[in-house]
Nanobody, 114 residues
Framework: QVQLVESGGGLVQAGGSLRLSCAAS????????MGWYRQAPGKQRELVAQ???????MYSDSVKGRFTISRDNAKNTVFLQMNNLKPEDTAVYYC????????WGQGTQVTVSS
């Protein structure tokens, strides 16, 4: 059974940077699509960025130019480099993997202070 383990959240001032990591364990093959979603208090979960095993990338408009998603296919690990963070980026960030089924990580809190 595939499990996702996230790390790298925390508290940062506006304009700062954080790097999130998500490692998938229990899979002997490259997971088709991995990505990051986020959910702020009182709001719906939304896509932040996703990347396929072939390298196709998609970003939400709100993070384009500030966030960079990348992955290590051999290790089934996905990263999210977040630069120029804004208070509105504050949310719980969830790793997501799709390979026939949808798998979610436990979430990691990102808090950006103004």
């Amino acid at each position: 059974q595939v499990q996702l383990v996230e790390s790298g959240g925390g508290l940062v001032q506006a304009g700062g940077s954080l790097r999130l990591s998500c490692a998938a364990s229990g899979s002997g093959f490259a997971i088709n699509r991995m990505g990051w979603y986020r959910q702020a208090p009182g709001k719906q979960r939304e896509l932040v960025a996703q990347i396929t095993s072939g390298g196709t990338i998609m970003y939400s408009d709100s993070v384009k130019g500030r966030f960079t998603i990348s992955r290590d296919n051999a290790k089934n690990t996905v990263f999210l480099q977040m630069n120029n963070l804004k208070p509105e980026d504050t949310a719980v960030y969830y790793c997501n993997a799709v390979h026939g089924v949808v798998i979610w990580g436990q979430g990691t809190q990102v808090t950006v202070s103004s």
